[in-house]
């Protein structure tokens, strides 16, 4: 299980450019998506890491972090993903 996630955090990572310009594309805003957060790529771009991705039924829930601010990233398909602040 640990090396499915492993797995799935490096494929996330590779495809971390085609998350923002999905999302761009989906809400004419560049990176955001969600109420109150930004695309997974763009939270990438901007120096959070990635800290722990969880199975959530046929999705996985990714858990961003950068000093005292979080995220967490709900993906909705491998380019798509819906991010929101979580502190």
């Known amino acids: 299980m640990r090396l499915i996630a492993l797995m799935l955090c490096g494929l996330l990572l590779a495809a ?3 998350v923002a310009q ?3 594309t989906d809400t004419g805003d ?3 998506s969600g109420s109150s957060g930004g695309g997974m790529g763009k939270l990438l771009t901007q120096g959070y890491e990635i800290r722990a991705a969880v199975p959530n039924g046929t999705r ?3 858990f961003l ?3 005292q601010s979080a995220y967490a990233c709900e993906f909705v ?3 798509k993903s ?3 602040s979580i502190n």
């Open 65 to 67: 972090q950068k000093d």
């Open 30 to 32: 560049a990176g955001i």
């Open 16 to 18: 971390a450019p085609a």
């Open 22 to 24: 999905e999302t761009a």
């Open 77 to 79: 398909s491998l380019t």
């Open 82 to 84: 819906r991010c929101g």
């Open 60 to 62: 996985y829930i990714v």
